[in-house]
């Protein structure tokens, strides 16, 4: 047992699932585009939807203050996916609306953050967080907090006004207070929409907690840090592209990075 669960971790990372890829990006812009002009959604800020690159699925926070932390954290990924075998994960990207935690703000009228949920028919994905959360809080190197009804919440943020203001790419004089947007039409009319369709999921990353700057193509942008990327059951050596988003600029070097396949 690496952490004492009597005592409160120093969370660091986090774990994640990356929701876009070169083959489901294309379904994405299409969704945003569609939700953005849609006269239905009132004036949406610039900026409010997640960036592609940072669309994801969380499934706790780390606390990965050594390198032995980091390496244990490895180990349980390894084996979770080994577990798993060659079977793909994949997931529906459906609706907008309120997040399934309860302690979450629930005022559509004055929403912060918007959330859609992932749907998967076979309930694989479900079963793979699972495993992999209670592993990771076993061992000590997760907030012992369970999530409610004790299911990771298979869900992704798609919008987050609170990000503006301190949105690591924008100077401090533009940078500004967190407009909030009236989600009650956008709700009502695409609590069913499907964004993205048997969308693949290809890797996982362990990632530092907190937006920091990286280059996305030719422009900056807020993203994460990833320390570790695994490849996700059936993906190794398949040819398949995921949607490559960070390159660091100027980050200190805090833990150490790694690529496993």
Same mark, same amino acid.
């Given at each position: 047992? @690496?952490? +004492?669960?009597?005592?409160?971790?120093?969370?660091?990372?986090?774990?994640?699932?990356?929701?876009?890829?070169?083959?489901?990006?294309?379904?994405?812009?299409?969704?945003?585009?569609?939700?953005?002009?849609?006269?239905?959604?009132?004036?949406?800020?610039?900026?409010?939807?997640?960036?592609?690159? +940072?669309?994801?699925?969380?499934?706790?926070?780390?606390?990965?203050?050594?390198?032995?932390?980091?390496?244990?954290?490895?180990?349980?990924?390894?084996?979770?996916?080994?577990?798993?075998? /060659?079977?793909? @994960?994949?997931?529906?990207?459906?609706?907008?609306?309120?997040? #399934?935690?309860?302690?979450?703000?629930? /005022? #559509?009228?004055?929403?912060?953050?918007?959330?859609?949920?992932?749907?998967?028919?076979?309930?694989?994905?479900?079963?793979?967080?699972?495993?992999?959360?209670?592993?990771?809080?076993?061992?000590? @190197?997760?907030?012992?907090?369970?999530?409610?009804?004790?299911?990771?919440?298979?869900?992704?943020?798609?919008?987050?006004?609170?990000?503006?203001?301190?949105?690591?790419?924008?100077?401090?004089?533009?940078?500004?207070?967190?407009?909030?947007? /009236?989600?009650?039409?956008?709700?009502?009319?695409?609590?069913?929409?499907?964004?993205?369709?048997?969308?693949?999921?290809?890797?996982?990353?362990?990632?530092?907690?907190?937006?920091?700057?990286?280059?996305?193509?030719?422009?900056?942008?807020?993203?994460?840090? +990833?320390?570790?990327?695994?490849?996700?059951?059936? +993906?190794?050596? /398949?040819?398949?592209?995921? @949607?490559?988003?960070?390159?660091?600029?100027?980050?200190?070097?805090?833990?150490?990075?790694?690529?496993?396949?």
């Amino acid at each position: 047992m @690496l952490g +004492n669960f009597k005592e409160a971790l120093k969370l660091t990372h986090f774990v994640r699932i990356p929701l876009v890829t070169r083959a489901s990006l294309p379904q994405l812009l299409k969704s945003y585009s569609r939700i953005e002009k849609d006269t239905i959604s009132g004036v949406i800020p610039k900026g409010a939807f997640t960036h592609p690159a +940072n669309l994801h699925l969380s499934l706790g926070e780390l606390s990965l203050t050594t390198r032995r932390k980091v390496e244990a954290a490895l180990k349980i990924l390894r084996s979770a996916i080994a577990r798993h075998e /060659d079977r793909p @994960l994949t997931a529906h990207v459906v609706g907008i609306g309120n997040s #399934l935690l309860s302690h979450y703000s629930r /005022d #559509l009228p004055r929403a912060l953050r918007l959330f859609s949920r992932l749907e998967d028919p076979t309930k694989s994905l479900q079963r793979f967080c699972q495993g992999v959360n209670s592993d990771l809080r076993d061992e000590g @190197l997760m907030k012992l907090r369970p999530f409610e009804n004790g299911q990771v919440p298979l869900q992704t943020r798609v919008m987050d006004t609170r990000r503006l203001a301190r949105d690591p790419t924008m100077d401090k004089q533009h940078k500004r207070s967190k407009p909030r947007i /009236d989600a009650t039409n956008i709700h009502r009319k695409y609590k069913d929409f499907v964004l993205m369709e048997d969308v693949r999921l290809q890797e996982l990353h362990i990632s530092e907690i907190g937006l920091t700057k990286v280059q996305y193509e030719d422009v900056m942008v807020a993203g994460y840090r +990833n320390i570790a990327t695994l490849a996700l059951p059936g +993906n190794a050596g /398949d040819g398949t592209e995921p @949607l490559q988003a960070e390159t660091e600029v100027r980050i200190p070097v805090r833990t150490p990075r790694y690529r496993v396949r």
